[in-house]
């Protein structure tokens, strides 16, 4: 790869890395007009499951339609550096395992992304769903 090519994608990789982290802001302050149904309760043990396997869920258009669901796995692995796992049809989600897991270790802790950073963070109006070995379980709110 030329020099020229490389830094291209490393420039156009930061911009992506920018709006990724936007979204994350955004999503982190939106978050406050809604109560949750559910607390999440628990510690993490830093086993490194959760970055092992990474559920990403698509809406049913991106599902449907392969060139948007192709879009996503591309924009996951070059963004956010993961690599594709399997797809789930049947849940419309995508699993993913990071790269930047080291010895079960983040390697990019202090500068991980918001989703990673607010992991696990549960859905508003459903039960959270946790992987297997995870430490951390729901309660109903107050």
């Given at each position: 790869m030329t020099f020229i090519k490389k830094?291209?994608?490393q420039i156009l990789r930061l911009i992506l890395r920018f709006i990724r982290d936007f979204d994350g802001f955004f999503t982190r302050y939106s978050k406050k007009i809604f109560k949750k149904q559910y607390i999440i309760k628990g510690q993490c043990k830093q086993c490194g499951v959760c970055c092992t396997k990474i559920a990403i869920y698509l809406s049913e258009s991106f599902w449907h339609y392969p060139l948007l669901r192709n879009l996503a796995v591309k924009w996951y692995e070059f963004v956010y550096n993961?690599?594709?796992?399997k797809k789930e049809p049947d849940l419309k989600v995508?699993?993913?395992?990071?790269?930047?897991?080291?010895?079960?270790?983040?390697s990019i802790h202090k500068k991980r992304p918001y989703f990673c950073r607010?992991?696990?963070?549960?859905?508003?109006?459903?039960?959270?769903?946790?992987?297997?070995?995870?430490?951390f379980y729901c309660t109903l709110s107050d």
């Open positions: 830094t291209a994608l993961f690599t594709m796992v995508l699993v993913f395992s990071c790269n930047y897991l080291k010895e079960n270790k983040c607010n992991y696990p963070d549960t859905e508003y109006f459903t039960k959270q769903v946790f992987i297997e070995g995870c430490s």
